[in-house]
């Protein structure tokens, strides 16, 4: 959504701000600002788009000071401009947030009415206006936190400083993650671990309705009901180093080339590869009496759970619901008793699965997470978690995280499935040990170096781009497409190849690229047909297949790419890597933000 940060000590904080806000850009970009306290006046410095934007108005005059805040955004209301940049500020108040105050509209209107009207577009300002008004009637800090909190709605991560009270900066958290870190005579807040790693590894996060006022050399956190509690400090293991490109132009490029080594620790962390035996963490129930699993993601997340329907249906005969985060809970959805609900999130903070869980918790379920950060909410309020090792993820369009995500589904389908007695030993062992080769697999797609050229330029200037799967790589055109929409602006759809005739097919005229996800599998003829049918109708095809599919298909597509065969259950994984290949290469052939594309945000 949006990422902030606040420090106050006895040393100036604009560049260490800045620099903690830039390991949080991944949450927005937006906008970005800074604001201290100096000589008991706020101070302000604010620019539309990239840091790199803030970074160069800071460099054009001074703002200093012991005690401040600062924000990157991703816009929900109001357009990305300088005036509606946080932080906002109404008096003698400066006010970061991340989330929505539901409420706003009617709290502006009460403002309107005592003819104080809002400088900006966005929710925010309403609340530096309440601390401010608060703080003027002769409240203290923390009345007026109490008196704030009863009157907002919404979603929040707050920091609040008020030029009167140099000396502390106030806190809020609702659903919005924030987490405090101890320094030596400092305090250090962020919305997450990792802004704050480098400056202290000593964190303590704020529970949902946790508010806190902070002074140099403490937190003090009270909950919901006001009473003062403790949060344990943990050691974070959020990496302290800043993170570069190495070799790679872009953190996409970077993160498609690690995958190899990290689907291999991923794996290693779940399967003994001497033994071959599977370990997975304690659940709460028993895989052998499950009922029915409920999956619930956002985004490529959300596609890793479509394959795992396939797995966890196939492999060990569980029925499997997958929903998208943001539908889940306003649907009622069916949740059997003593069922269990899987949330799978790269970053562990994505509102809409964060939700999603809460409701599936309050509804009875044993609740698994798997996320890429352990410290994450989701993993927090999680009674099993399971990690992808894919490291740090910077780019906003997932990539590793997604093919860890696979790994740690499919293991987790083949030992529930050996449990259940649903899979032969056998055939979890011959699927096992070609999962164990796919890192080599994946290395090897990299050395053959296929020529992306032509086939990106073709799709860089193409309007449309189809992308078409069957059965468990249905799955796999849905993130193709998805991959290829986010770096490179380019209108893609995916579609279930046999769902074309149904509608979809009418968008096929004279040269349309079409990109078949097509391995010698089970599904193969059908898709064959697919295909045809797609040439027959001016189609070009982008065929992705192996040796087999490519001795049967190979006349009727423009590009071909090949791909060794592996067990038609690891197809997704394997296949996920051509896709991702193609949107970079056409992304960068149309020179878009790979890594930071218009609009999005790696966490929302
Ligand atoms: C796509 C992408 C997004 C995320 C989605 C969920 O490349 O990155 O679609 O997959 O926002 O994010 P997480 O997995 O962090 O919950």
């Known amino acids: 959504m949006c990422g902030i940060v606040g420090i106050i000590g006895t040393e100036s904080v604009t560049q260490r701000i800045l620099a903690a806000l830039k390991r949080l850009e991944y949450r927005g970009y937006d906008s970005a600002g800074i604001s201290t306290i100096n000589k008991q006046k706020i101070a302000r410095c604010r620019a539309a788009g990239k840091l790199s934007n803030l970074e160069q108005e800071l460099n054009n005059g001074t703002l200093s000071g012991t005690i401040g805040i600062g924000h990157?955004?991703?816009?929900?209301?109001?357009?990305?401009?300088?005036?509606?940049?946080?932080?906002h500020v109404a008096g003698k108040v400066a006010v970061v947030h991340n989330g929505i105050i539901e409420n706003y509209q009617q709290l502006k209107e009460e403002f309107a009415d005592k003819g104080v009207l809002m400088q900006t577009e966005t929710d925010t300002e309403v609340v530096a206006h309440l601390a401010s008004q608060y703080l003027e009637a002769g409240?203290?800090?923390?009345?007026?936190?109490?008196?704030?909190?009863?009157?907002?709605?919404?979603?929040?991560?707050?920091?609040?400083?008020?030029?009167?009270?140099?000396?502390?900066?106030?806190?809020?958290?609702?659903?919005?993650?924030?987490?405090?870190?101890?320094?030596?005579?400092?305090?250090?807040?962020?919305?997450?671990?990792?802004?704050?790693?480098?400056?202290?590894?000593?964190?303590?996060?704020?529970?949902?309705?946790?508010?806190?006022?902070?002074?140099?050399?403490e937190a003090k956190i009270y909950n919901l009901e006001n009473e003062v509690i403790d949060r344990p400090i943990l050691i974070t293991e959020a990496s302290d180093k800043t993170p570069d490109k190495g070799k790679y132009r872009h953190y996409m490029e970077k993160e498609i080339h690690e995958q190899p080594e990290v689907i291999g620790y991923t794996l290693a962390s779940y399967r003994n590869p001497t033994t071959g035996k599977i370990t997975l963490p304690d659940f709460a129930f028993s895989p052998l009496k499950l009922p029915k699993l409920t999956i619930v993601a956002a985004g490529t997340s959300f596609y890793a759970g479509m394959v795992a329907k396939y797995w966890f249906e196939k492999l060990a005969r569980i029925p499997t619901e997958v929903d998208i985060a943001s539908e889940f809970r306003y649907r009622n959805p069916v949740l059997i008793e003593n069922g269990a609900s899987l949330f799978i999130s790269q970053s562990g903070e994505s509102l809409d699965t964060l939700m999603a869980q809460r409701y599936a918790r309050d509804?009875?379920?044993?609740?698994?997470?798997?996320?890429?950060?352990?410290?994450?909410?989701?993993?927090?309020?999680?009674?099993?978690?399971?990690?992808?090792?894919?490291?740090?993820?910077?780019?906003?369009?997932?990539?590793?995280?997604?093919?860890?995500?696979?790994?740690?589904?499919?293991?987790?389908?083949?030992?529930?499935?050996?449990?259940?007695?649903?899979?032969?030993?056998?055939?979890?062992?011959?699927?096992?040990?070609?999962?164990?080769?796919?890192?080599?697999?994946?290395?090897?797609?990299?050395?053959?170096?296929?020529?992306?050229?032509?086939?990106?330029?073709?799709?860089?200037?193409?309007?449309?781009?189809?992308?078409?799967?069957?059965?468990?790589?249905?799955?796999?055109?849905?993130e193709g497409a998805l991959k290829l929409k986010e770096v490179s602006y380019i209108h893609a759809e995916g579609y279930a190849a046999g769902e074309m005739k149904h509608g979809p097919i009418a968008l096929l005229e004279k040269g349309v690229p079409v990109v078949m996800v097509a391995p010698h599998d089970e599904w193969f003829e059908k898709t064959s047909s697919n295909l045809k049918e797609a040439l027959a109708r001016g189609a070009r095809v982008v065929l992705l297949s192996d040796d087999k599919g490519i001795e049967k298909l190979h006349e009727?597509?423009?590009?071909?790419?090949?791909?060794?065969?592996?067990?038609?259950?690891?197809?997704?994984?394997l296949y996920s890597l051509p896709v991702q290949l193609l949107a970079y290469h056409t992304a960068r052939q149309k020179g878009t933000e790979i890594d930071q594309p218009r609009n999005l945000a790696k966490s929302v």
């Open 72 to 87: 990157t955004r991703w816009a929900t209301h109001g357009v990305p401009n300088v005036e509606n940049a946080h932080p």
């Open 139 to 217: 409240m203290q800090p923390t009345e007026m936190m109490q008196a704030l909190l009863s009157k907002i709605r919404g979603a929040f991560a707050l920091l609040i400083m008020t030029a009167d009270h140099p000396d502390v900066l106030l806190a809020a958290r609702k659903s919005s993650p924030l987490a405090i870190a101890h320094g030596d005579g400092e305090m250090f807040l962020g919305s997450d671990a990792l802004a704050l790693a480098h400056l202290s590894r000593k964190i303590s996060y704020l529970e949902d309705g946790d508010w806190a006022i902070i002074t140099k050399d």
């Open 363 to 478: 509804n009875g379920q044993n609740i698994i997470s798997l996320v890429n950060v352990p410290e994450s909410t989701i993993a927090r309020e999680s009674d099993t978690v399971l990690r992808t090792l894919a490291g740090p993820e910077i780019s906003v369009a997932s990539t590793k995280a997604f093919t860890t995500q696979l790994i740690t589904l499919l293991t987790m389908a083949v030992h529930w499935g050996q449990l259940r007695g649903t899979l032969s030993d056998e055939m979890a062992s011959s699927i096992m040990d070609n999962l164990t080769e796919m890192p080599s697999l994946l290395a090897a797609i990299f050395s053959d170096d296929l020529d992306w050229g032509s086939v990106s330029k073709e799709l860089a200037s193409s309007r449309d781009v189809i992308y078409l799967g069957r059965g468990i790589n249905f799955p796999i055109a849905l």
């Open 556 to 573: 009727a597509a423009t590009w071909v790419f090949r791909m060794p065969e592996v067990h038609q259950m690891l197809t997704p994984i």
